[in-house]
Nanobody
Framework: QVQFEETGGGLVQPGGSLTLSCQAS??????MGWYRQTPGEQRELVAE???????NYADSVRGRFTCSRDYAKKSVTLQMNGLIPADTAVYYC???????????WGQGIQVTVSS
């Protein structure tokens, strides 16, 4: 059974930084990354890290956020710098399992950017 443990969310002032971490258990993943969602909106991709060491970012976070993976530990980290109020959302860790391509989600973690 797959489980994701997400940590690192919270309240931060504009311009500040947060680091989200996601620890997976159960399977190995071709892709691990993060989506986010605000009330009334669709879940949107934030960043994703592929097993070939490439990564992909939403235009709104490119240059401010960095996705990184520890393959041995089955974890993914999202370093968020230069946070702005528009980054406020629930952030969801996800993974795409190797071979089956099944997608799994974490429970979500709140990030609030406010003065």
């Amino acid at each position: 059974q797959v489980q994701f443990e997400e940590t690192g969310g919270g309240l931060v002032q504009p311009g500040g930084s947060l680091t989200l971490s996601c620890q997976a258990s159960g399977y190995s993943f071709r892709v691990m990354g993060w989506y986010r969602q605000t009330p009334g909106e669709q879940r949107e991709l934030v960043a994703e890290c592929f097993s070939d060491d490439t990564s992909n970012y939403a235009d709104s976070v490119r240059g401010r956020f960095t996705c990184s993976r520890d393959y041995a530990k089955k974890s993914v980290t999202l370093q968020m710098n230069g946070l702005i109020p528009a980054d406020t959302a629930v952030y969801y860790c996800y993974g795409v399992r190797i071979i089956t391509e099944a997608r799994y989600w974490g429970q979500g973690i709140q990030v609030t950017v406010s003065s």
